[in-house]
């Protein structure tokens, strides 16, 4: 493809007749030889940035991948297209493995995925030393940052890459880096002359909304009413509690399954392969699930606790809709959760500078849940970037939040802390402020306390969502303790002795909804007509049909997106379904027929589309 253009190979082989944003740019510079940094948003298209420049350049394009799913779902979105695409991972035979080791010494390969701890085997970089290479692509570079919350130690060890190879062009690429990580990621990779490209975060497709916990199970089964048959990923931060969910939601007649640590390879590989080859699956899971997940139909990601940093929410919630369509970020959050996390964080060994950023990044976290302004504009923020006008797409936006005075109500809160010895938990401190004359209460005299009753004219939630401020605010912290203790930081003085007010929003009860909105509604409602619905669910199965055959995700052969504009504009010949996006030459070629066939009800038999 030497006298191609990437133009040319965005439209012949992938199907596209223009790039989006800054894909251009980025693939034109590392063509021309240039390294870069790329941060685009999940969906944004990052893999063209360096796919493209692959097939450009003479040699094989070197990818960097850090989980064996995403390795083999993008080799056979590849393959799907056309290109001379492999992978070498630990799911290979020996005797597998050898044969795509010879088709890389021979240049049989566009692009090669390996993971970070074999690209960096003295036998794998003897490999590479015999073989003529276009580029390398460190993906999910985020996983250099050891303050990130992806953190891969072998990532560390790519500095090589430039230190061995220093004239082939390098391009890290990561949908989520603030400052300090993408300074990291700079320093750890030797990028420091890569010219950094920097796309908006936004995603405007997804809406988000926060919700205070009060009966969770009960809360998650009302979002997820409005979900029915769609396919989804539900966050929860213990085993056991992934475990519980998924036998609940489960019983309530979803399709639901759990994924975590404690689970053996077998069961999670096969709960994985279930999740991105079958539509409808609600994956319940811990934060082990995800990263490079790129089924692109996720309509929803819930959180049932709270994460520990707005990085792991923003890359958890852009699972959902990365082809472009509305989908929703769900977090349901208590106080609970804050203490336990910060009790997390005093508990664990790490040392006392990576403890401040923990638990910087798990308060700015807070601030995001206890806002009251437009959530869009608070997470573009954190990025470091300018969302002009409330996006019109939130919670927030959408039922603008009630606030309070609670400044007298907050020093009282602070002041029972200090009174009673800055050593108990909010239930306790909320029965003496209300006045609880009970056991516990008679036991350490704190009836006796200025404190006792003075808080008697606001109910529990009320003072929940107070202690819940004031611990997202900084001006409480929990004691790294089994009690969950409060006890006053400095920041508690000026507000002790009326030097600053407080506002902070009213918690509503919690009133059922049923769906969500309409914003994630029926496909149908996409379509013009009901014989376009009808073309799309021909089209649907045959889809679902070719996928089977090949034991591949429906995804990798055609999107949804694809299938909708193939069903609205009806083509009558090649010729038509030729200029429809996401139908390059390997597909029009290969599957060509079988559409058309399937656009006048004619099914066709998918026994011949094996791998070719």
């Known amino acids: 493809m030497a006298d191609a253009t990437p133009l040319d190979i965005l439209e012949r082989v992938f199907g596209y007749s223009s790039f989006r944003g800054s894909q251009g740019d980025i693939v034109d510079h590392v063509v021309a030889g240039g390294d870069a940094l790329v941060l685009m948003p999940t969906g944004g298209g990052k893999s063209l940035c360096y796919q493209i420049p692959a097939l450009l350049r003479p040699g094989v394009g070197i990818v960097v991948s850090p989980l064996i799913a995403l390795m083999q779902d993008q080799v056979e979105a590849l393959r799907q297209c056309g290109v001379a695409a492999a992978y070498l991972n630990s799911t290979l035979s020996g005797e597998h493995a050898l044969v795509v080791e010879r088709q890389l010494l021979d240049g049989q390969l566009d692009l090669l995925y390996v993971a970070p701890e074999r690209l960096t085997t003295p036998r794998f970089l003897s490999l590479l030393e015999r073989s003529p290479i276009a580029l390398f692509a460190i993906d999910e570079a985020h996983c250099v940052s050891q303050w990130g919350h992806d953190f891969r130690p072998e990532y560390r060890q790519l500095d090589v890459l430039h230190q061995r190879w220093p004239n082939i ?109 079958e539509d409808g699956i609600v994956m319940v899971a811990t934060i082990a699930f995800g990263m490079g997940i790129d089924k692109p139909d996720v309509r929803f990601v819930a959180h049932l606790d709270l994460p520990k940093s707005i990085e792991g929410y923003y890359q958890e919630t852009g699972r959902a809709g990365r082809d472009g369509d509305p989908a929703e970020a769900w977090l349901c959050y208590g106080l609970s959760d804050v203490v336990a996390l910060k009790r997390m964080i005093d508990d664990s060994e790490a040392g006392d500078e990576r403890k401040w950023v923990e638990r910087s990044k798990l308060d700015a976290l807070l601030g995001y849940c206890e806002s009251t302004e437009c959530r869009r504009q608070n997470l573009l923020r954190y990025f470091d970037q ?108 000026p507000l002790l002795r009326g030097e600053c007010r407080l506002s902070l929003r009213r918690d509503r009860p919690r009133s059922r909804q049923r769906r969500s909105d309409g914003q994630a509604g029926p496909l149908a409602a996409q379509l013009g007509n009901p014989d376009q619905q009808a073309r799309f669910e021909r089209l649907r199965s045959l889809r679902a049909d070719l996928a089977r055959s090949q034991n591949v995700p429906a995804y990798v052969i055609f999107h949804d997106a694809t299938l909708r504009e193939i069903a609205r504009r009806n083509p009558n010949g090649i010729s038509d379904l030729a200029t429809i996006p996401g139908v390059g030459a390997g597909k029009l070629t290969r599957y060509g027929d079988a559409v058309l066939a399937a656009l006048t009800g004619r099914l066709p038999i998918t026994d011949d589309f094996g791998p070719q």
């Open 169 to 277: 062009p390098r391009i890290a690429l990561t949908a989520t880096a603030d400052q300090p990580t993408r300074r990291e990621i700079i320093d750890r990779l030797e990028l420091g002359s890569a010219r950094q490209f920097v796309g908006s975060f936004d995603r405007p497709n997804i809406r988000y909304r926060v919700e205070r916990k009060s009966d969770s199970h009960r809360q998650l089964l009302d979002f997820l009413a409005g979900h029915h048959g769609r396919t989804g990923i539900v966050y929860c931060l213990s085993r056991k509690k992934v475990d519980s969910v998924a036998e609940a939601l489960a019983e309530a007649g979803f399709r639901a399954l759990p994924y975590h640590a404690g689970m053996t390879a077998a069961a999670r590989a096969d709960n994985q392969r279930r999740f991105l080859r």
């Open 386 to 493: 300018h969302y002009p006008q409330p996006c019109g797409n939130c919670d927030n936006c959408l039922d603008t939040p009630e606030t309070w005075d609670a400044t007298d109500a907050a020093r009282k809160a602070l002041s029972c802390v200090y009174r009673s010895g800055q050593r108990y938990g909010v239930g306790h401190l909320i029965a003496i402020l209300r006045g609880s004359d009970n056991e516990r209460i008679q036991q350490f005299g704190h009836h006796r306390l200025s404190t006792f009753g003075i808080g008697a004219d606001l109910d529990r939630r009320t003072w929940n969502s107070v202690f819940r401020h004031l611990l997202a605010a900084g001006f409480l912290s929990a004691h790294g303790d089994d009690h969950g203790g409060l006890r006053l930081t400095p920041s508690a003085g």
